[in-house]
């Protein structure tokens, strides 16, 4: 005989199977739905915009399997609808990486950063011993490290590589023909100091086979030199200019700024200082590395001394700091 307890069981069960059984005939007619997401969360629990999100491949992914998709939201099936549904899920707008996105991770938030430019003004500055003692340090188009680790340190956590960096580093391992402003041999000196550091190409992969490209770079780096580097692509392409209101494309370095104000609670800025003269009239090169010549740093392309003010403005901040002196 069925107790009042057993049956109020069964006839809750009854009525939970009514609705789902239903519903999901109807759901079931559209195949998927997709949710939308303002910002992406790691196993932390540390969120971040999407907009600005480095996806970080897996370790174990094969570069033949990485698929680079970007503006992509996440797709659920009307399974997964209906229990996000129940469980009052689906409308929020922080989506948990690993529940979504296969195979790729996010970085977690960081206490202290370092973003290094390239400026010459690194050059003399003795900054590399502090450099090295943040948690986290940004690097820019792998600039070389070697020869220079006194006012620039070693320690690299992430790269951030621009179209033209991509396409020199593709030239050179993959045509018979080598770019003469970098070879294969100063890319390869230039890749030691990376270790298992990330490699991120932050822009547009549809822009000019700039997938193939990466793949085929990654595979030469890992497959032919034996670089243990590991791979990140953006979710969408780090565009940050309306934001900024810059008017001109933003440089990498200004990029890779946006960026780490997501992830990192406090950023020192190296590097940045887009004038050929000191404060006190002395020449400056262009780069810390190699000097141009007539380089205009206000161009239709970019405008670095904006760039620069909108630094000083944020270095007013106690979290950000923006080094224009010698550390030491």
């Known amino acids: 005989m069925m107790t009042k307890a057993r049956w109020r069981h069964v ?9 789902c059984v239903p519903l999901y005939i109807l759901l079931s007619r559209q195949r998927v739905y997709t949710k939308t997401c303002k910002r992406l969360c790691n196993k932390f629990n540390e969120c971040f915009k999407i907009s600005q999100a480095v996806l970080v491949y897996d370790d174990d992914v094969n570069e033949s ?3 680079f998709v970007q503006n992509l939201m996440p797709e659920l099936s009307p399974l997964q609808y209906i229990s996000e549904f129940l469980w009052g899920t689906f409308n929020t707008r922080d989506c948990h990486i690993q529940s979504y996105f296969r195979h790729v991770h996010l970085p977690s938030r960081q206490r202290t950063c370092a973003v290094v430019a390239n400026g010459g003004i690194l050059l003399g500055s003795n900054c590399g011993d502090e450099i090295n003692s943040h948690d986290f340090v940004f690097r820019a188009n792998l600039a070389p490290i070697q020869g220079f680790i006194k006012d620039v340190g070693y320690k690299t956590n992430i790269t951030m590589l621009n179209f033209e960096s991509l396409s020199r580093i593709y030239r050179n391992f993959t045509e018979k023909s080598t770019d003469s402003k970098l070879d294969r041999p100063a890319i390869t000196d230039r890749l030691q100091f990376l270790n ?3 490699l991120w190409f932050g822009k547009s992969m549809q822009r000019q086979e700039a997938k193939l490209k ?3 770079v990654i595979e030469v780096l890992r497959q032919g030199y034996r670089f243990p580097i ?3 692509y953006s979710w969408k392409s780090i565009s940050i200019e309306r934001y900024w209101n810059l008017q001109h494309h933003a440089t990498t370095g200004f990029n890779i700024y946006s960026v780490a104000t997501q992830i990192c609670d406090n950023i020192a800025l190296y590097g940045f200082y887009p004038f050929s ?3 006190d009239g002395s020449g400056l090169q262009h780069h810390y590395y190699d000097d141009v010549k007539y380089f205009f740093y206000r161009s239709h392309v970019h405008n670095m001394p904006l760039e620069f003010s909108k630094l000083q403005h944020d270095a007013k901040k106690e979290n950000i700091r923006l080094i224009t002196k ?3």
């Open 11 to 19: 006839k809750q069960f009854g009525i939970v199977l009514c609705v």
């Open 65 to 67: 399997d990485m698929t």
């Open 196 to 198: 298992d550091s990330i």
């Open 214 to 216: 990466f793949k085929k």
């Open 230 to 232: 590991r791979v990140a």
């Open 277 to 279: 003269e000191l404060e």
């Open 326 to 328: 010698k550390c030491k």
